[in-house]
């Protein structure tokens, strides 16, 4: 599992990690953007419900 996060700490820091890194955070910054990722991380944390 180390290399796992070797390999994602390696592509953060890369000029293609960085670009990728200010694309979020310039969608995090739109409301509707915004409200989608949340609604997507209440379903993913709420887990299967029947």
Do not use: Y
């Amino acid at each position: 599992m180390a290399g796992f996060m070797d390999k994602i700490t390696r592509f953060l820091r890369s000029p293609q990690g960085h670009k990728l890194q200010a694309k979020a955070r310039q969608m995090a910054q739109d409301p509707r953007k915004r409200a989608q990722a949340e609604q997507l991380l209440r379903k993913l944390r709420g887990g299967k419900k029947h």
